[in-house]
């Protein structure tokens, strides 16, 4: 009995001296909510800054010019006035262009070489097959009738007739040269033999006109090539092989424009227009 009522006063004692305490008016309830409430304004605070920063990026990522073909959105007229786009020569062009006529002409005169000579055929060919040939075959003729002639005074079996044919056969000649040299009749690997030929002549200097190993002429070529791949890879999107060649085409064209940055400015400059390409599309990072 007695030690019953002993430990009934010291439980007494002990909830008596709890109750008194400084430390019972804070609920331990109420620290949890405030740190809880600081951690999810901070969390709220994060995602928008993240949100943000995102947004900004999208912005940027949007405004900035395409790493391939070196123009921002919507402003292809940069690309359709440089000097490259007016060298090359597309199937488009080509296959717009009149076909030589069939029927053979009244006279040589009449006889007009194609808007696209074949690869291969340059200024002195043209000259030579259209202007000295037909030149010559004329004369060639006019010596033949002279010498008819005077044979068919001479003897009666020779007639005047085969003069006109051989006219005739002449300019069928030269009407089946003209549509045998158009470039209708090359292939793909023909139409980019003549493009690099002619931006090999477009981009290098007067005094040498075939310099291949300049640098304005290497980032013209790599840009063309960049661009045909391009258009390649439009049609068929899982030739993955030809996705690395055209990211290495890149940073190649974009290691050749660094160095002319650092050898001349004011020639980087001048190719970045003449290329139709924006600084940002070949320096810094270059995510194809």
Known sequence: MLRARLAQCSRAVASSSTAHTPSSSLHTSAVLQAS???????????KANIEKRDERERAAQANRPHVV???RPGDEVK????DLARVIVTERDILAAPI????????????????YMNYGV???EKELLFDVLPTLSVQGTALRREAVLRMSAEE?????????????????????????VDLRNA????????NRKRIVAEFSEPENPTDTGRPEVQAALLTLRIRTLWEHLNNFKKDISNRRSLRRLIHQRAKVLRYLKRLD??????????????PESVEGELVV
Not at 101 to 115: G, L, R, T
Not at 265 to 278: A, H, I, S, T
Request: aromatic share 8%.
């Open 36 to 46: 809880a409430l600081r951690k999810r304004k901070s969390r709220v605070a994060e």
């Open 69 to 71: 073909l070196g123009y």
């Open 79 to 82: 690309w359709q006035s440089c």
């Open 100 to 115: 030589p006529p069939m029927e053979p002409p009244k006279s040589d005169k009449d006889v007009h070489p194609p808007a």
């Open 122 to 124: 340059g200024p002195t």
């Open 156 to 180: 009666p079996r020779f007639d005047i007739n085969k003069i006109h044919s051989d006219q005739f056969l002449e300019t069928q000649k030269a009407i089946q040269l003209t549509r045998l």
């Open 187 to 194: 292939n793909a690997r023909g139409i980019a033999y003549e």
């Open 265 to 278: 400015r004011d020639r980087y400059d001048n190719v970045l227009g003449r290329l139709g390409l924006e």
